[in-house]
C-alpha cells in the first residue's frame, strides 16, 4: 500500500501569510494527488486534483506542485475563512490513502 | 442539482451489522467510479472501499472481508453492507464520487455526501 505522510500536523499563521503544506508518498504517484479543505463538522471539499490543476470555483491563492513522490500545496495569502484542516490523497492505482491532515489555525 | 444523501448509521453492538445507503442526484452511480471513506471522532480521513463503473470493488485491508460495496441502478444509490462491526470502525461514513474525464484521468474526489455517524458499542 502507498503510505502518505503529510506535514506539519499543524502549524499557527495569520491572515495574509504565506502557507505550505507538504505530502510524501511512499512511491512515486504519478501526480494522483488531491488537496482537500475540511472545517469541523462538514465533508471534505476538493481544491486541487492532478497535483496542480485547481478545481472550478476555488480561490487561486491556493496552488499545488510536485511530482514523483514529493507534493506542495500553497495559499499565497491566508484569509481568515482558510483556517481549516487540509488532506492529501493520492488515487494512484485503485487504492487511495489520505494524509494525516494539517490543521492551520489562528496565531 | 448534484447531491448524495447518506443514510443508515446507528448505534450497533461490536460484532453487529449495518447497511449505509447513499441516494445520488444529479449524476448516475453506474457510470461513475464511488466510495466510501470514513472519519473516526476527532481523527483523519480514512478510505474504505471503491466500486468502479465496470463493477470492479475495492477495499482498505482494515475492512476487507467484512464490508461489501453495492449499487443499485434503478435507485441510483451506493450501499455499504457492514458486517462483524468492531469499535474501530465507529466513524462518520460519508460516500463521494471519483471524477473522471473523458480520457479517465482522475480528477480528484467530488462531490461528497454530508456524511452518516456510525457508533460501535456495548
Known amino acids: 500500500d502507498i503510505q502518505m505522510t503529510q506535514s506539519p500536523s499543524s502549524l499557527s499563521a495569520s491572515v495574509g501569510d504565506r502557507v505550505t503544506i507538504t505530502c510524501r508518498a511512499s512511491?512515486?504517484?504519478?501526480?494522483?494527488l488531491a488537496w482537500y479543505q475540511q472545517k469541523p463538522g462538514k465533508a471534505p471539499k476538493l481544491l486541487l486534483y492532478?497535483?496542480?490543476r485547481l478545481r472550478s470555483g476555488v480561490p487561486s491563492r491556493f496552488s499545488g506542485s510536485g511530482s514523483g513522490t514529493d507534493y506542495t500545496l500553497t495559499i499565497s495569502s491566508l484569509q481568515p475563512e482558510d483556517f481549516a484542516t487540509y488532506y492529501c490523497?493520492?488515487?494512484?492505482?485503485?487504492?487511495?490513502?489520505f494524509g494525516q491532515g494539517t490543521k492551520v489555525e489562528f496565531k | 442539482e448534484v447531491q448524495l444523501v447518506e443514510s443508515g448509521g446507528g448505534l450497533v453492538q461490536p460484532g453487529g451489522s449495518l447497511r449505509l445507503s447513499c441516494e445520488v442526484s444529479?449524476?448516475?452511480?453506474?457510470?461513475?467510479?464511488m466510495s466510501w471513506v470514513r472519519q473516526a471522532p476527532g481523527k483523519g480521513l480514512e478510505w474504505v472501499s471503491i466500486?468502479?463503473?465496470?463493477?470492479?470493488?475495492y477495499y482498505a485491508d482494515s475492512v476487507k472481508g467484512r464490508f461489501t460495496i453495492s449499487r443499485d441502478e434503478s435507485r441510483n444509490t451506493l450501499y455499504l453492507q457492514m458486517n462483524s462491526l468492531r469499535a474501530e470502525d465507529t466513524a462518520v461514513y460519508y460516500c463521494?464520487?471519483?471524477?473522471?474525464?473523458?480520457?479517465?484521468?482522475?480528477?480528484?474526489?467530488?462531490?461528497w455526501g454530508q456524511g452518516t455517524l456510525v457508533t460501535v458499542s456495548s
Open positions: 463521494a464520487r471519483e471524477r473522471r474525464d473523458n480520457y479517465d484521468n482522475i480528477n480528484g474526489v467530488d462531490p
Open positions: 444529479g449524476f448516475l452511480v453506474s457510470v461513475n467510479y
Open positions: 466500486i468502479q463503473s465496470g463493477g470492479s470493488t
Open positions: 512511491q512515486g504517484i504519478s501526480n494522483s
Open positions: 492532478a497535483a496542480s
Open positions: 490523497q493520492q488515487s494512484y492505482r485503485n487504492f487511495w490513502t
